[in-house]
């Protein structure tokens, strides 16, 4: 089997910011087994240890400035709760749009809480009671990513996600074009510049490639139906499809699905079942970069990190990956490009 090559089998709306035919490292939420996720601190390791993207989640604050935060509230990763007891919602949620970028800044912010148990969701990583990390700025990421390429040599690109843009847009904030400025600020504008954007919402990716006409190549999301909220309904299932597919890439440059719907357990004989997925992208001309790698959370089927990373990096030819372990997801990355070539 071929390590994944970059298809060209279709006319793309735009082109990969990354010329090389190997498939790429993203460090999901940076170095987020060994550190606080989407915190400084974990960006900096994740590109020490080599990965070739650093994703960054967007949400805004209230007074509209994008920062760095995988949800909309805040109070799994923060001391929010203790800090502003009265400022919930009436579901009992602190959202992180009903605060200032100077309160947010005033919080502390630690490893990620089960809300039901009070307890980390990963018990052997960072211990959640160090109280050292703070919620960022999206314009300091940027910095910090751009100093970081300049010190080291080497160029990491980012991963963008924008969060919920239509429920932001219900709040009465639009965060297209606070995101797209703070990109074009960082002078990151066309497929020549090491980023990606991507969202759950493809209303929201054909209004970057159709109404803004960004140059940055998209990625279409994919989760299940019932993660989308009722009044966004998106049919995931149909976009799977050959059809779906061709449609998405009428305004994307590559999918971004989550492994479950690649990977599809084992059978009797303990052999791996796989979907269509990855080849029906190929064949629209889709780029796949599936979520989430994880050696604490292994699939089922999967003995180790090393068989799960060669089913999909070898066995599947998938165009990249997002992983809470970017150390080691680039060294097998190496090891197995290594052995092809080998071969």
Known sequence: MAIA???TTAALPNAAPHA???PIVIAHRGASAYL?????EAKAMAHAMGADFLEQDV?????AQAIVLH???LENITDVARRFPDRARDDGRWYAIDFSLAEIRSLRLHERLDPATSQPVFS??????ADLFRIHTLEAELRLIRGLNRSTGRRAGIYVELKHPAWHLAEGLDPVPILMRELDRAGYRGPEDPVYIQCFEPDTLKRLREEIGTRIALIQLIGEKDWSPEDLPVDFERMRTPEGLATVAEYARGIGPWIGQIHR????THTHRATRLVADAHAAGLLVHPYTFRSDALPEGFGD????????LVDQGVDGIFTDHPDVAVHLRNRFIGRHQAE
């Open 265 to 268: 357990g084992t059978d009797e």
């Open 71 to 73: 949800d909309l509230y």
């Open 36 to 40: 606080p996720e989407h915190t400084l």
């Open 59 to 63: 949400v805004l604050t209230r007074d």
């Open 5 to 7: 090559m970059t298809p």
């Open 20 to 22: 090389a035919r190997v």
């Open 305 to 312: 990190f090393e068989a799960l990373l060669h089913f999909f």
């Open 124 to 129: 052997e990583r960072f211990p959640p009671e």
